[in-house]
């Protein structure tokens, strides 16, 4: 008997004349590894609701079709029964944490559900343990970095000692390294522990091939499904983005067999390509030289600034720092390096303790004039900050009449660069939470500022939303805007980014080049910068790997093709 089997189902949420699940007909095995992939507002974190027993119960709206646990209507189930069975991750740790200290947060589901005190001890020893928490042992949950509120809300979930984990883009808010060690995590609860996994992710470099079957998303309906290479396969033939970097490349270079990790690419690659005996001792140089012409002078420059919040912890040490008119540069740093706090001092929101901001070459002081203006653009994490009219389109005029700049084509303009046309009249808190992105960063954007600052805007978006939108801040910087993007997403910012820095305990440990920067790091790279790594260097994109070893991979997968190998 499967662990999950859904029958048919269709969901419409409430007041909504499209249905966000239409015919959804799939099971989960017990032990399995679901990865469950597609564009924003394609029905995946709908159909994890679905999942968890939260639609439509939680959520209204109307529903049709059955969802079994265990061969049991999850519908029918005891709440209390089923949160012992199933749990849920969301994408926002926020959302999910109630209390104010890491240990009771982990035993808050365990007191609700009336375990003895004893049990509740040993259950949040083990899972604090399992996780590796000791260090927020005792700590406010405000003060810990976006990594240990995650794994606290895997911690509470875990203490319930469900069957099935759910989890619904868990590593959005997480650097590199922080999303391996969770995503590893996942892995391990899935093959030591036999846990039933159930992931939704946008970033499919990190977990595509830890899945047993992924299933795709268009439009509320799965359209493909089957093993991670089935599927790769599948995608590139039907045209659908949603594989990984290393696939794309091999099937993009005519390979039929298509590999899912860099092991199994840089194998191949071996058999067709000699190994370049590169100096392992010679050090790459990653001092930032921009040969940009700067007639005009530099659009922000940020002199010994040192910040620090009322515990007193210097958050930023000695930032010097110059963005220039029409640079592209991505933020890089581990969560807790004080990326977020970098670019609040830019926008204004935070005045240093010492140092000094210059605008266009006058200094800032603690006059915002230039921030009132609308010169300076910001764009936080969370955007449901900057969401509070009734409709798309009257945000973006909200903003703008803010600023009395009142220009209709101007809106009409950004929402379709930014593909909101079709939401103009929708409540932005009803789109998903890649377009209540999208509709944020349009709010801050309609000023036509001549800075950009963005926090994390890729987080839930798919592979073609993210191109859009590189794509979008790549023609402002040809115009002469400056744009900064603090990003955990590696791949977006080799894309785009020509200049990345990268912050480590409030200072800037690396500025330069972007293929400096990321073709010589460990972990801040690319998959295809770390296939092909002593094959050919500065390729960061799948792109520059098709261009440089595209004509000689195309021969190879063609006689590996008729010998039976590609």
Not at 12 to 38: C, D, M, Q, R
Not at 43 to 48: E, N, Q, V, Y
Not at 203 to 232: S, W
């Amino acid at each position: 008997m499967p662990i999950f089997q859904v029958n048919n189902l269709s969901y419409y949420y409430p007041e909504s004349e499209k249905p966000a699940l239409k015919g959804i007909n799939i099971t989960v095995e017990e032990g399995e590894f679901l990865l469950v992939v597609g564009g924003s507002g394609s029905g995946k974190s709908t159909l994890a609701r679905t999942l968890a027993g939260l639609v439509p119960d939680f959520y209204g709206g109307v529903f049709s079709g059955k969802v079994l646990f265990k061969g049991q209507d999850i519908r029918r189930m005891d709440r209390r029964k089923l949160s012992r069975h199933v749990g849920m991750v969301f994408q926002d740790p926020e959302k999910q944490l109630v209390k104010t200290e890491a240990e009771a947060e982990i035993a808050f589901g365990l007191e609700n559900l009336g375990l003895p005190q004893q049990e509740m001890l040993r259950r949040v020893a083990e899972v604090m343990d399992f996780l590796n928490l000791e260090e927020a042992k005792g700590r406010f949950i405000d003060k810990l970095s976006g990594g240990q509120k995650q794994k606290i809300a895997l911690a509470s979930v875990l203490a319930m000692q469900p069957e099935a984990i759910i989890l619904d883009e868990p590593t959005s808010q997480l650097d590199p390294t922080c999303a391996e060690d969770f995503l590893n995590l996942i892995k391990r609860l899935n093959e030591e522990m036999g846990k039933t996994v159930v992931l939704i992710e946008q970033r499919l470099e990190r977990c595509f091939h830890l899945a047993d079957r992924v299933a795709v998303m268009k439009d509320g309906e799965i359209i493909i499904q089957g093993t991670p290479q089935e599927v790769a396969s599948g995608s590139i033939d039907s045209g659908i983005p949603f594989i990984p970097p290393v696939a794309r490349f091999f099937a993009g270079a005519g390979f039929s067999n298509i590999p899912v990790t860099v092991k199994e690419g840089r194998s191949i690659l071996k058999n067709y390509l000699p190994l370049q005996n590169n100096d392992a001792d010679s050090i790459t140089q990653t001092g930032f030289d921009n040969n940009k012409e700067r007639k005009n002078g530099e659009t922000i420059a940020l002199k010994k600034v040192w910040f620090s919040y009322d515990d007193k912890k210097e958050v930023l040490r000695g930032i010097d720092l110059q963005i220039f008119p029409g640079e592209f540069v991505a933020i890089l740093g581990a969560n807790g390096a004080g990326k977020s706090t970098l670019l609040k001092v830019m926008a204004g929101l935070l005045y240093p303790n010492r140092g000094k901001i210059m605008f266009r070459g006058k200094a800032c002081g603690k006059n915002l004039e230039v921030y009132r203006q609308g010169k300076v653009a910001y764009l936080s994490q969370n955007p449901n900050d900057y969401l509070f009219q009734d409709t798309v389109e009257q945000e973006l005029f909200f903003t703008l009449k803010n600023f009395d700049k009142p220009d209709e084509g101007r809106v009409d303009n950004l929402l379709e660069k930014l593909d909101l046309n079709r939401h103009k009249h929708r409540n932005p808190r009803d789109l998903s939470s890649g377009e209540r992105q999208r509709v944020a960063l349009a709010s801050v954007l309609v000023t036509e500022p001549e800075l950009v600052l963005l926090d994390e805007p890729t987080r839930g978006m798919d592979y073609a939303l993210k191109a859009d939108l590189g794509g979008y801040l790549a023609d402002l910087c040809k115009g002469g805007v400056s744009v900064a993007v603090v990003t955990h997403d590696v791949e977006f910012a080799a894309e785009y980014a020509e200049r990345v820095i990268i912050l480590y305990d409030g200072r800037i440990v690396s500025d330069g080049n972007a293929k400096q920067i990321l073709g010589s790091s460990m972990f801040y790279s690319t998959q295809m910068a770390r296939m092909c790594k002593g094959f050919a260097e500065d390729i960061l994109t799948v792109e520059e790997a098709l261009d440089i070893l595209g004509p000689i991979i195309f021969r190879a997968g063609a006689n590996a093709a008729e010998r039976g190998m590609g």
